[in-house]
């Protein structure tokens, strides 16, 4: 198992100062006196307010420290991974701000913790600070447990203590409150891997089919095992187990990522929450949010609150600790109609006989090159150039009678839309691009070689090669420079020796590509050079050849 | 590998569903079009200002949806997981949000974002809409690349140009301002693992001792693969490849969590920042967090910024944007003196023959009986509880000439603090709990009885165990009862006759344990019944031997 450490004996102190280095909650510090005294601190805080202390162990960041902050925490007291801190460090976080209105710890009930802090309260009673303990027993776990761990609910007695301190409550106000609050909070985890404490060997008893629900967070099985499901069947497990655990609703609910589920992973299990029964008591969510974690476990946990008028109050307020991830309060996902101008123009079929005779031929000589361009593209690609040109033909093809041949603008944007949605590949995109551009442009100028020279160039724009790169404009620009001889020639029509021209101008370009040993873009640029040497590349090979029908057609016809 | 899905078709709409269901941002909705189009979108947008647009493929969250809201993102269009959407979605996406004022379309560099967006972009234009396009590039990994990738770096661009359309500035400027600070953007990414595509077989071509740096946001190998490090010496060497591909700074850094990373990890590595010589010219930091991940990558990337007026500007401001984290500017961390009142009080030593021959009594009894205790506990435990209580009492004997012999209340404080810092085990804690609260309430009565039973009360209020757990309680309470027999009796010494009918009660508590075949509390609670039969607690029989002890002395002397 590799971490992002350097020695397990600074993981702690490491992670506070880089915590310290980077969180957006202003005015924190720390005590002095690493490696015992490992405290977080606001120094704006005037202890003429109830002073709100948590900690524990740590492992489970942001908790506690990210949660330090104006309306939540006045301070946080951690140990090592998954080890209380020492009473002298709880005793020093009392001490740095608790004044005349006294201070309360909210402690998760494992004994290292209630016992280190509870001596420390007594310590500080014993040197006249008024001191009072709220132990938070969220987990629903174990049936009759005599006693339940404190999980992720933790965070609610957090907020609610934050807030009744920061709004001026008095300490046996708010004591109250806490503890009756943590009495109706109820949380449960699941997770597909054991977590792994930096430096252990990894200890991961769960199979590949299992999972495991009712954890802790300190890396200890779980109450059970169960079958690895999708995640709407584990978050059902989840909450039916909570719902027989909990009073009625209504409820806040915490969604906690236990530490390596991908986000996108915890976004699907909120969606899965959505659906269950317990969903529908559930008017407000927090998360999913890292919140209190257990290292690198890959699961989430569940905690329920249920709401009253202060609590509601309490956790919609605004805090300064950047942890806090915010509330949602529940309602409805907002969808709005798709807008009906998404929809592509529908151009009026117009004929013109020369446009006519010039798509029918490249579309026949597209087809009947197929094989060819396969076996130029299996050289160098996967062989399937021939297939993507020889699509998008047949479909121009079988198009025909609906193109508004007469209208050049319209036109190319009509042939821009078949080809992006049945070319396929990255030339199906690429050249509907160039036809998309072409249209735009040729309407306002009604020039061919000007319009598809633009289209060219947005072409290269989006599509990111250039001349030389081994690609269809290797063929594509020397061709087109070759309509324009003097840069921009207003014309509607190409003359035919302009287009013979610019034909065998595209040919030299798509012959001098099989000189090129390095392509720079397209699927070609992971090709060894040695397999390039000697071959044709077959996006410029297909456009030299529909430069050469172009031409031959209109010898034929004159121009269009 | 398991993952939380529940079918590989449906990851990207539930994960949507699931993201529009919880976020914290305001006003957000989706476009109608499962499973085509997935497009969030602000519906409380007036379209008087330049629209922002950002997409490309999924597995990247929170991007795109997550910065989506007021003075960032104006929509996110989202393809399949790592696969760009098409270009209808991103068709739909700029009309639903774009008006006169035009809009911006931020894309990361890969060829099918570029293609669709591209192609999109071109459609809009072509249909009336100003619509740009800004590729982001910031990759640094591949020297001389024709390709750079678009990485987390594209955060920065994303609030650069959310910031200029909130404040009302016009496409041109925003365009520009977005194109120059895309090129004074690098980027570079360092994992330990690969990501697994869910519904893929993990192809994890790192070994245990290999890292990888310079990899790209889809699961594609690293530039290079490198040795496993300590954190510090990974991000030094990301760090030094940085700071060789960019400008002069100053700087603004992103810290990106690619996916699995644990929060004390990230803050580790956040750390780790701090000490290298890129530290110094960077003045705003932005993360550690989830900003543009790749799955679940057990990695981190790195992305800076030259910062000027105008991007420092842009990146202070607040947004409505849930993922945003908000800067942070780099200064010193505060580090503040350990309150001196959290020393302890000192005390002056003073004699009582009595007192002092009671804990002499205690103390060499304590020491005779260790092996006997160890041996009880050796059956339902790890066999210390002699040795914890024989540390304790040859601390307490050397240190009885200063001793506060004659002031009950110090007496029992000093008590409390040698054994809280010299017993060890919880036994050491619940007896420095009882010593303090008992001085406490001594000083207030001069009652010893009274002042003992307060303070186990205290010691059962923080233990959490009772009467009949199987603990030293089971002695203690019975004797501490027998020597208040009308509740509370001030009396500043005890008679010896009620002494030895202590010690009686005593004595038949810790005997009962021995009858008690289910242990609820301490760590016989772990033992199976069986094991337990017969043998008492150990703790109870030092308690117990305690009572006895102090009664022969009390018989031979009389009260202290």
């Not at 805090?319 to 907002?334: L, T, Y």
Request: proline content about 4%; hydrophobic content about 45%.
């Amino acid at each position: 198992m590799k971490h992002f450490i350097n020695a397990k004996n600074n993981i702690v102190t490491e992670a506070l100062d880089g915590f310290l280095a980077t969180t957006t909650t202003t005015g924190l510090a720390r005590l002095d006196g690493y490696p015992h005294t490992k405290v977080i601190i606001r120094t704006d805080w005037d202890k003429s307010r109830v002073a709100v202390i948590a900690g524990g162990g740590s492992g489970h960041e942001p908790a506690h420290t990210g949660f330090v902050g104006e309306a939540m925490l006045t301070a946080a007291v951690c140990g090592e991974v998954f080890a209380s801190p020492g009473v002298d460090a709880v005793l020093a976080a009392i001490i740095a701000v608790t004044g005349e209105a006294g201070c309360l710890l909210i402690v998760k009930n494992y004994t290292g913790d209630r016992l280190n802090f509870g001596l420390a309260a007594e310590r500080a009673n014993a040197l006249g600070y008024r001191v009072e303990m709220v132990v938070v027993a969220d987990d629903i776990a174990i049936p009759d447990a005599d006693y339940p761990r404190g999980l992720a609910g933790t965070l609610f007695i957090h907020k609610i203590a934050g807030f009744m301190a920061a709004r001026g409550d008095e300490l046996d106000r708010i004591v109250t409150a806490a503890r009756t609050a943590a009495s109706r909070c109820y949380s449960i985890g699941l997770s597909l891997d054991s977590c792994t404490v930096p430096g252990n060997i990894p200890d991961d008893y769960l199979g590949p089919n299992e999972a495991e629900l009712g954890l802790g967070i300190h890396g200890e099985p779980g109450f059970s095992k169960i079958a690895f499901a999708k995640a709407d069947e584990l978050m059902s497990l989840a909450c039916e187990k909570l719902a027989q655990a909990a009073a009625p609703g209504p409820f806040a609910l915490i969604l906690n990522n236990l530490g390596t589920v991908p986000p996108v992973e915890m976004a699907i299990l909120a969606n899965a929450f959505t659906k269950t029964a317990l969903a529908k008591k559930t008017t407000i969510i927090i998360g999913p949010a890292h919140l209190m974690t257990s290292l690198n476990m890959n699961g989430f946990s569940l905690s329920l609150l249920v709401l009253d008028d202060l609590r509601t109050a309490a956790l919609r307020a605004d805090v300064g600790a950047s942890s806090w991830p915010g509330i949602r309060v529940c309602d409805q996902i907002r969808v709005v109609e798709l807008p009906k101008t998404a929809q592509d123009k529908s151009y009026r079929p117009s004929r013109n006989e020369t446009v006519e005779a010039i798509i029918r031929a490249v579309c026949e000589m597209l087809i009947s090159a197929e094989d060819e361009l396969n076996f130029l593209d299996s050289r160098i690609g996967d062989g399937d150039t021939g297939t993507t040109f020889g699509r998008a033909a047949r479909t121009i093809a079988d198009a025909l009678n609906d193109l508004p041949c007469a209208d050049g603008g319209d036109l190319s944007m009509a042939l821009s839309t078949i080809l992006s949605r049945n070319m396929g590949g990255s030339s199906g995109v690429l050249l509907a691009i160039l036809f998309m551009a072409a249209g735009k442009a040729y309407k306002k100028n009604n020039d061919w070689p000007l319009a598809l020279f633009h289209g060219a160039r947005r072409m290269m724009q989006y599509g990111g090669a250039d001349v030389g790169d081994r690609t269809m404009l290797d063929a594509l620009m020397p061709g087109l420079d070759r309509l324009m001889p003097n840069g921009s020639m207003a014309s509607e029509s190409i003359p035919g020796e302009s287009m013979a021209a610019a034909a065998l101008a595209a040919r030299a370009g798509a012959n001098s590509t099989a000189l090129m040993t390095t392509a720079c873009a397209g699927r070609a640029s992971y090709v060894q050079a040695e397999n390039l040497a000697g071959v044709t590349d077959p996006g410029a090979e297909a456009i030299a050849r529909i430069f050469e029908t172009v031409a031959v057609v209109i010898r034929k016809r004159g121009p269009a």
